[in-house]
């Protein structure tokens, strides 16, 4: 019965990824949602609730629903602190608001995960940048 839940799982996540590989984004959140609820547990794995959780922030970020998106990043980063992707996706979050200091912790947590990771080294120095240009105009 466990090994049948488990394929299920497995199931609705590989199923989940295609809906949003293909843009399909009410299909995928919807498909992310049973799978996080199947897995939500202490025998769950860690990973799999992690790439869920990050994957479903990526359709509450391309909706342009910021808060949502960075809570699924955060849930995330919960259940998987090495992985550094959802830090990213939340690092880039936080810099389209205005939060460069916060965006530039992310980033900076990323590259010390992983150092090549060029995307998070990018987006580091732009927000530095951004942070020092908004220092000069006096807001």
């Known amino acids: 019965m466990a ?5 299920g799982a497995a199931g609705l996540l590989l199923a989940a990824q295609a809906q949003l ?3 399909r984004l009410s299909a995928a959140e919807e498909l992310y949602n049973r799978f996080i609820a199947l897995c939500a547990g202490p025998a769950s794995a860690a990973r799999d609730l992690a790439t869920a959780f990050n994957d479903r922030g990526q359709i509450k970020y391309l909706r342009v629903e910021f808060a949502a998106a960075m ?3 955060t849930a995330a980063i919960a259940y998987q602190p090495g992985f550094e992707v ?3 996706n939340r690092g880039l ?5 205005g939060c460069f200091d916060e965006a530039m912790k992310d980033f900076r947590r990323v590259l010390e995960l992983n150092p090549q990771f060029e ?3 990018l987006s ?3 927000a530095i940048l951004d942070k020092e240009e908004k220092q000069k ?3």
């Open 119 to 121: 995307d998070a080294a």
């Open 71 to 73: 809570e699924d990043y």
């Open 3 to 7: 090994r049948e839940a488990a394929g």
């Open 137 to 139: 105009r006096g807001y």
């Open 86 to 88: 959802p830090y990213y």
């Open 21 to 23: 590989a293909a843009r």
């Open 124 to 126: 580091l120095k732009q």
């Open 93 to 97: 979050v936080l810099y389209r608001l």
